[in-house]
Nanobody, 123 residues
Framework: QVQLVESGGGLAQAGGSLRLSCAAS????????MGWFRQAPGKEREFVAA????????AYAESVKGRFTISRDNAKNTVYLQMNSLKPEDTAVYYC????????????????WGQGTQVTVSS
């Protein structure tokens, strides 16, 4: 059973920064790709970023390219999402997830999810 616990969310002003963390347990973390998704009220869950097991391959949604950076520390079983230049439209609950299929962008390709952490960006 995989457990994922996100942290680091909170309130930020537009233009500010936050760093999200996702701690994993219960599986061989370094074997799998990881991803971040977000879901705003009334909207579908959307892809944000993903990273391969080695960290050498990353993918980003167009809306966050150049502002967000995904990284991982396999020794700490943790994946991070550094969010800079935040915008009010980044407000959402952010989820991390595991993909056994490599770097993917579709929620259906991820099979374990955390409980989410709220990010609110004020204008």
């Amino acid at each position: 059973q995989v457990q994922l616990v996100e942290s680091g969310g909170g309130l930020a002003q537009a233009g500010g920064s936050l760093r999200l963390s996702c701690a994993a347990s219960g599986h061989t973390f370094s074997n799998y790709a990881m991803g971040w998704f977000r879901q705003a009220p009334g909207k579908e869950r959307e892809f944000v970023a993903a990273i391969s097991w080695s960290g050498r391959i990353t993918a980003y949604a167009e809306s966050v390219k150049g502002r967000f950076t995904i990284s991982r520390d396999n020794a700490k079983n943790t994946v991070y999402l550094q969010m800079n230049s935040l915008k009010p439209e980044d407000t959402a609950v952010y989820y991390c997830a595991v993909s056994r299929l490599g770097v993917r962008t579709t929620p259906a390709d991820f099979d374990s999810w955390g409980q989410g952490t709220q990010v609110t960006v004020s204008s």
